[in-house]
């Protein structure tokens, strides 16, 4: 057993006598102080409201990674204006021009750096927050992003917005992967579901955010919005208290407590809780795995295909692509919504349906099972982008008109079903099929992963479509989803309503069978 063990047996046995100890009594007192400079921590007796706060608090880094993925929609446009390969719809835009002049090779880096970037933060940064905390680790990822926005919006070429994109990525992927933990470690049980979800739906706020600053027109005012963010994250997370298990993980008994208390209310008791927590991490430090012993076991490997597979068909659906370059593809159908200059207005629509359609996927997600909501979700994404690209074959041989809603229509409907299941589902399952003790190196896998493929697909998109024509792409990306239909039935196991046992055991090979009620009929025979 390891030292962290040790550590928290000696804790708890400290902590029986702490009362009667000043020097604990005083760190205790001390802790609460401190933690009663947080609004409500005196008006919310439940804890309840305190969790839905401090839950809104820490997903504002999701907000922050919404606006960094929409920022390359909004802003490419405005510098490629000036470029002899800029679509046509851009060469009529009246917004302020910045001093960098991009083709669209170098717009393509410029968006997909923020993934790869992503890629290098993602993976180290549970480890990261094991040792230097939950708080400090999410805390500190302002700074990298408000670097990378003062990077964008003064650099004088175009390698200053390849750094400073790629620097904004390093925190983008750690807030992938620290957000969800924090959040787990201060939700109560039955509101961890709900609570959960505000990582997408922050993220879809960020996006939508994102499209709309690109109503100003101009580098310089963007990049002051989106700096903005990151500047309010900070000051507010850095009221919160730290994760409770994290500082029951360091010793640090009485600041575990007042932490919990402030996240559960002043008139819970919690020290039951605490003793769960105390008994997890004693668990998770005696059978904690390393990386390489990830793939060593059966099931856990099959997880990891699980997990992967998804990640490969959600990335290669082509969602990221449709949020990076949104105006761009836009830009590509003439459309009635919007006037020459204004290639914005449909991207704030498709925006409102993604955080729309990510609220309401809480509802989906309670009452409908996962293996149906990932083959609803890839066979309508397959079906509008089909249909998209038939209205663009049509359109290219002139036998549809150009004032119709069909690409609006068609992507609305794409984001939508995507936000319904393919996107959130894929994270959800992390905690449903792997074991506490490999979950967060898992995690960190997977995620490092995703902003890998996430990466390739971004930047090779404009590659693709110069290559075989935005029709085709469309039509590439909709096989992808017919072969992720295909995927999910055959290997994706449903997880609602089972537990880790059942879904482990099915991995392994081993079936076991409900045990089944014998019902014996008795006939009563009154006598004559």
Same mark, same amino acid.
């Given at each position: ?9 000696? &804790? ?23 933690? &009663? ?27 922050? %990674? ?22 046509? =719809?851009?060469?009529? $835009? ?13 717009? #393509?880096?410029?968006? #997909? ?15 990261? +927050? ?12 302002? $700074? ?39 959040? &787990? ?15 997408? !739906? ?20 963007? /990049? ?48 039951? &809780? ?30 990891? !295909?699980? /997990? ?17 370059? +949104? ?19 449909? +991207? ?11 609220? *309401? ?17 890839? /066979? ?16 290219? #041989?002139?036998?549809? #008109?150009?004032? %119709?809603?069909?690409?609006? *229509? ?19 399952? $992390? ?76 991995? =392994? ?20």
């Amino acid at each position: 057993m390891d030292d962290t063990t040790t550590t928290l047996d000696a &804790e708890a046995g400290a902590s029986h006598t702490e009362p009667d100890n000043k020097n604990g009594h005083s760190l205790h007192s001390k802790a609460l102080k401190r933690l &009663e400079t947080v609004p409500d921590i005196k008006r919310d007796t439940s804890g309840i409201t305190t969790q839905y706060i401090a839950t809104g608090i820490v997903n504002l880094g999701a907000f922050a %990674t919404g606006v960094c993925v929409a920022w390359s929609s909004s802003a490419l446009p405005l510098y490629l204006t000036a470029s002899p390969t800029a679509p046509p =719809d851009f060469q009529s $835009l009246n917004g302020t021009h910045p001093k960098v002049t991009l083709s669209r090779s170098e717009g #393509s880096w410029v968006a #997909s750096l923020l993934c790869l970037g992503a890629l290098f933060g993602a993976v180290p940064a549970g480890l990261i +927050s094991e040792y230097f905390g939950r708080k400090k680790t999410l805390l500190y990822l302002a $700074l990298p992003l408000l670097v990378s926005w003062i990077l964008v919006a003064s650099s004088p070429n175009v390698y200053g917005l390849f750094v400073g994109r790629f620097v904004g990525g390093v925190a983008v992927g750690a807030f992938s992967v620290g957000v969800p933990p924090y959040v &787990e470690d201060i939700a109560e049980a039955h509101l961890l579901p709900a609570l959960a979800n505000f990582y997408h !739906v922050l993220f879809a706020c960020g996006i939508l955010f994102g499209y709309i600053i690109g109503m100003v027109q101009s580098i310089s005012w963007l /990049s002051v919005l989106c700096a903005s963010i990151p500047v309010a994250f900070f000051i507010a997370f850095i009221f919160l208290p730290e994760s409770p298990a994290y500082l029951m993980s360091q010793g640090k008994f009485s600041e575990a407590k007042a932490a919990l208390r402030y996240f559960r209310g002043i008139d819970n008791d919690v020290d039951g &809780e605490l003793k769960s927590i105390k008994e997890s991490l004693r668990s998770y430090a005696k059978n904690r795995m390393t990386f390489k012993q990830l793939f060593t076991t059966r099931a856990t490997v099959k997880a990891l !295909v699980v /997990s992967f597979g998804l990640m490969i068909f959600q990335q290669m659906s082509g969602i990221y692509p449709v949020l990076f370059y +949104s105006e761009i593809i836009f830009s590509t159908f003439a459309n009635p919504l919007y006037a020459p200059g204004a290639t914005y207005i449909p +991207s704030i629509i498709l925006g409102f349906c993604l955080v729309s359609s990510t609220y *309401f996927s809480t509802m989906f997600l309670k009452r409908v099972r996962r293996r149906v909501l990932l083959l609803v979700s890839f /066979s309508a994404m397959a079906l509008s982008l089909g249909c998209l690209a038939v209205y663009y074959h049509l359109k290219a #041989s002139n036998l549809s #008109s150009s004032k %119709t809603w069909v690409p609006v *229509f068609a992507l609305c409907i794409f984001v939508s079903v995507y936000a319904a299941g393919v996107g959130p589902i894929p994270w959800l399952m $992390l905690r449903e099929i792997f074991p506490p003790n490999v979950r967060r190196r898992a995690t960190a896998i997977t995620a490092g992963f995703h902003w890998f493929l996430a990466f390739g697909v971004t930047k090779l998109y404009q590659n693709l479509e110069e290559m075989v024509k935005p029709g085709w792409a469309l039509w590439h990306f909709a096989v992808v989803c017919i072969i992720g239909t295909i995927f999910v039935y055959f290997f994706v196991p449903e997880t609602k309503g089972r537990t880790l046992e059942e879904i482990q055991n099915e991995f =392994d090979g081993i079936h076991k069978s409900r045990p089944h009620r014998h019902v014996i009929q008795v006939e009563t025979v009154a006598a004559s």
